[in-house]
């Protein structure tokens, strides 16, 4: 989670307010609508944060959804909302990295934010196993952690068949005949 400074105009008097988001809607915000006229086309998200368009999608419209920080055009822009801005954040990097423009910081920080996702991963398969009593089948697990974390990212059946198979591994969870799965007391 990332924390942003927030203004909004509202009736005439100026508000700060944090704004807590995931890393990947920060990079977006600080990559594409921070400094400039506040608005970003969905070519211009892909090409600066190096997202696929799925995953340029499902940011934005989170951000347009759950924050109310962007509004969707017709055009498939994304523009700040009426009398919101974000306030210029100086270093998103510790202080003592060599370079510490947004750009340049993508590469890290989308590995931390693909470590964060895993470990959510892991959470909501350990979870979901230990509450069962029955060994579940992968697809009934894979439905599960789409439920849990499903609202914070896009949940990809791969990441999560290999998340499963890494559980099993490591002797947390064994595979039971026919794809099933149960958690190793």
Same mark, same amino acid.
Do not use: W
């Given at each position: 989670?990332?924390?942003?400074?927030?203004?909004?105009?509202?009736?005439? @008097?100026?508000?700060?307010?944090?704004?807590?988001c995931g890393t990947l809607q920060a990079i977006v915000l600080l990559s594409c609508f921070n400094d400039r006229d506040g608005v970003a086309t969905l070519a211009n998200v892909i090409s600066q944060c190096s997202l696929s368009r799925g995953e340029a999608l499902a940011v934005?419209?989170?951000?347009?959804?759950?924050?109310?920080?962007?509004?969707?055009?017709?055009?498939?822009?994304? +523009?700040?909302?009426?009398?919101?801005?974000?306030?210029?954040?100086?270093?998103?990097?510790?202080?003592?990295?060599?370079?510490?423009?947004?750009?340049?910081?993508?590469?890290?920080?989308?590995?931390?934010?693909?470590?964060?996702?895993?470990? @959510?991963?892991?959470?909501?398969?350990?979870?979901?196993?230990?509450?069962?009593?029955?060994?579940?089948?992968?697809?009934?697990?894979?439905?599960? +952690? $789409?439920?849990?974390?499903?609202?914070?990212?896009? +949940?990809?059946?791969?990441?999560?068949?290999?998340?499963?198979?890494?559980? +099993?591994?490591?002797?947390?969870?064994? $595979? @039971? $005949?026919?794809?099933?799965?149960?958690?190793?007391?």
């Amino acid at each position: 989670m990332c924390t942003l400074l927030r203004t909004s105009l509202v009736g005439g @008097c100026v508000e700060h307010h944090e704004l807590q988001c995931g890393t990947l809607q920060a990079i977006v915000l600080l990559s594409c609508f921070n400094d400039r006229d506040g608005v970003a086309t969905l070519a211009n998200v892909i090409s600066q944060c190096s997202l696929s368009r799925g995953e340029a999608l499902a940011v934005l419209h989170s951000l347009s959804g759950e924050h109310g920080i962007l509004e969707e055009r017709l055009d498939m822009s994304f +523009v700040l909302s009426e009398g919101n801005s974000l306030n210029r954040v100086h270093s998103v990097a510790p202080p003592n990295a060599p370079d510490s423009s947004p750009m340049k910081m993508t590469s890290p920080i989308l590995r931390k934010m693909l470590d964060d996702q895993k470990n @959510c991963i892991d959470s909501a398969l350990m979870t979901t196993i230990k509450k069962s009593s029955a060994p579940l089948s992968e697809v009934s697990l894979i439905a599960a +952690v $789409e439920k849990i974390v499903g609202k914070r990212f896009v +949940v990809q059946v791969k990441v999560v068949k290999d998340r499963l198979a890494i559980l +099993v591994d490591k002797e947390y969870v064994e $595979e @039971c $005949e026919g794809k099933h799965y149960k958690y190793l007391a």
